[in-house]
C-alpha cells in the first residue's frame, strides 16, 4: 500500500480510497470528513490506522500513521472490533483533564477487500459533565423538596432537627468544612447557634461582637450572596482581623443574611480550608433556597413562643386573621377577617356554627368542617373551601396554627387568603394545556400520520420494483415497510389518547363511554358505573374537566392499586353534584387528605376550575376513593 499526503492529511493509494468512498456508509464518511469537530480514522482488522483526518492529527499532535486505536483511546484491543449499530464510549486522560469520547463504527468493505472500519470520534466531555450535573441537580430537588414538605407542619420542637438536616444537606453538596447558623442577640453578641462540621475540622469560634463583623457583612442584603474567597484580605474593625472573625484554618466563606420583617436575625453561610474563587450557579440555588427554608423554621420557632398574645396580634393584622378558643368560640379577629367573614355581626361566634349557617351543603364543606375540629384537637391544617359571599363564590385558602398552653390546646389561630384571582389563572392555564393537546393530537394524525403512510406506501413500491433484482434487498424494504406501519398504529393510538372525545359538541354520555373505552383497553379490570339518571350535565367545560379527573383517577387505581375492581358514582344533592372514583387495592401510601404528585396537583387545579374540591380518602373496607364535589352552573371561569 502506498501512501502519500493530501491537504495535510495522511490517505492510501487513491484506487483504495475510490473503493472506500463507494461503500455503502461513503456518503456519511464524505460528510464527517468535512466536519472539524469529528476525529475520523480508517482501520483495518489488527485496529491499525490506515488514514485519519486533519482533527485527529492536531488532536493527538503526532503521526498516526500504523498507531493501534485501541492505545491511542486507552481500550481493549477487541473495543473497536465490536459490531454495534448505535455508539460506544470511552475515556483518556491528557495532562490533568478527563476527556470523554463517544464513538461510531462504520464496518464496510467492498467485495474482495479486506475488512476495514471507519471509526469517527467527538469529545462529549461537556455533554456528560452536562448529564452528571442534571444528576446532581434532580437529586438535590428531590432532597430540598422533601425537607421542604417535613418543614411545613413540623412541631415546633422539631425545628432544631430540621434545621441540622438542612445543614448537613449543605455541607454534603458544597463540600464545606464547616456550615452554620449564626443569630444576631440583642446583647451586643452573634452566636453561631447550628453548625455542621466535617470530621477533620475543629471550630475556634462560637461567638463574633457584632461590632467586630466586617463591613462587608453589615452592608449585606436579603437575596445577596457574599463570597470571600480570601478571609485575610477583606477589611476588619480597627481592634480586629480574620483569627477574630473565622477559625483557624478557614481560607475562604460563603455568606447570606437571613431576615424576617425586613429585620436580619442571623447569617447563613459555610466555610472552607480550600479557597473558592467562583460559585456554581447550583451552589447558589442551594444556599437560597436553605437559606429559606431555615428563616420559616426559624420563624416557626419564634411563633410558637408567642401564642400567648395570639388574640392582640390577631385583632391589629392586617390578614384575614381570627382567633377560637378550644371551644370554638370566636374570641378576636381582625378587620378584614370581619369584614369578609362576619359581615359586621355582633356577639361571641361559634366558629363551626357560624361556617355551618354560611356554607350550608357547599362542595367540600365537611372536609373543612374536619379540617377545623383537627386544629382544635392539636393538630396544624391547611385547607381551602369555597364561600359564597355577595351572590359569588369565592375560593379560600386557609391555615389552622394550633396555640398550645400548659394543658393542650388553648385556641387556634385562622388565616385566609381569597385566591380566587389565581385559580382564574389556573383555569386558564388548564385551557392551554387542553387546546395545546388538541392540536398535538391533531397534528400527529393528519400529519405525521399522512406522511408515515406515505413513506410506508413508497417502501412497499419500491420493494416490487427491487425484487427482480435482489430479493435479500426488496425483503430488507418490505421489513421497513412493516415497522412504518407499527409507527402509524402508535401514532394512531398516540393522537386518540390525546382527543379522546369529538372536539366539539361534547356530550356527558359521550364522556362516561370514554372513560369506559379507556379502562376496557388498558387492562381487566371490572368496572362499575352508578350514575344518577337525572344528572344531565351540559357545559362542556364541566365535561372535558370531569373527564380528566376520572381519567387520571382511574389510570392511577390501575398502575398502583392493584385493584380488580373500580366504581364510578355521580350523585347529586341539590346543587351540589359529586362524582367519586373508588378502587378495591391496597390504597395510596399519603395520609388522608394530602396530595402530592404533579397529577394529582393537576387533579386539584381542575376541580377548582369547575368551582369544586378534590379530596383523597382510604375507603374503611380497603382501597382508595377520589372525590370531587362541585357546585353545577356556578364556574370559577371568569376573565382576568
Known sequence: MQNGMSNGCYVWHSNRQRDLTSMKDGQLFEHFKKLSGYFIFVIDESNSILWYNESAKKFFGKSLMRSKLHSLFEVDENFFQKSTSGSIRSKIKKGKREILFEHRIISSSPKGMPSLKIVISEDKTDDFIFEDFKDSLFHFDSLISKLALESINIP??????????????????????????????????????????????????????????????????????????????????????????????????????????????????????????????????????????????????????????????????????????????????????????????????????????????????????????????????????????????????????????????????????????????????????????????????????????????????LSDRLRPISTELSSEILDIEKSIRICIDKVRELSHGLIPYKNYGLEFTEMIDAVSLIISKNCDVRCIFDIDPDIDIQDEHVIKELYYIIEESVMNAIKHSGCSEIKISMFRNKDNITVRISDNGKGFLFREGDLSGAGLEIMKYRARSISGTLTINKNPDGGTSVECSFLYKKTIRGEL
Open 156 to 461: 415546633a420542637s422539631d425545628t432544631d432537627t430540621q434545621i441540622g438536616k438542612i445543614l448537613s444537606l449543605i455541607k454534603n453538596f458544597s463540600a464545606a468544612d464547616r456550615v452554620f447558623v449564626a443569630i444576631i442577640k440583642n446583647n451586643g453578641y452573634v452566636y453561631f447557634e447550628y453548625d455542621c462540621c466535617d470530621s477533620d475540622f475543629t471550630p475556634t469560634i462560637d461567638c463574633i461582637k457584632s461590632e467586630y463583623l466586617p463591613s462587608v457583612l453589615k452592608r449585606i442584603k436579603k437575596d445577596d450572596i457574599i463570597l470571600i474567597s480570601d478571609v485575610t484580605k477583606i477589611k476588619y474593625h480597627s481592634n480586629t482581623s480574620y483569627r477574630d472573625v473565622f477559625s483557624d484554618g478557614v481560607v475562604s466563606a460563603v455568606i447570606i443574611p437571613l431576615g424576617l420583617n425586613k429585620l436580619k436575625f442571623g447569617y447563613l453561610g459555610f466555610v472552607s480550608k480550600k479557597k473558592i474563587t467562583q460559585l456554581t450557579p447550583f451552589i447558589e440555588a442551594i444556599i437560597k433556597v436553605s437559606g429559606e427554608l431555615i428563616t420559616n423554621l426559624y420563624e416557626k420557632k419564634k411563633t410558637y413562643g408567642k401564642y400567648e398574645i395570639a388574640s392582640m396580634i390577631v385583632s391589629k393584622s392586617s390578614g384575614m386573621l381570627a382567633y377560637f378558643d378550644a371551644n370554638g368560640f370566636i374570641k378576636s379577629t381582625s378587620e378584614s377577617f370581619d369584614s369578609f367573614f362576619l359581615q359586621g355581626s355582633k356577639g361571641e361566634e361559634n366558629i363551626l356554627n357560624f361556617f355551618s349557617k354560611a356554607m350550608g351543603s357547599d362542595p367540600g364543606s365537611d372536609k373543612f368542617f374536619y379540617d377545623i375540629k383537627s386544629s382544635m384537637s392539636g393538630q396544624m391544617v391547611k385547607t381551602e373551601f369555597w364561600f359564597k359571599k355577595d351572590d359569588d363564590i369565592r375560593l379560600i385558602e386557609a391555615s389552622f396554627h394550633p396555640d398550645f398552653g400548659d394543658n393542650g390546646v388553648k385556641g387556634v389561630v385562622m388565616s385566609a387568603s381569597d385566591i380566587t384571582e389565581r385559580v382564574q389563572l389556573e383555569t386558564k392555564i388548564l385551557e392551554v394545556m387542553h387546546n395545546e393537546r388538541k392540536r398535538v393530537g391533531i397534528s400527529l394524525h393528519d400529519e405525521l400520520g399522512h406522511d408515515l403512510l406515505a413513506v410506508a406506501i413508497k417502501s412497499r413500491l
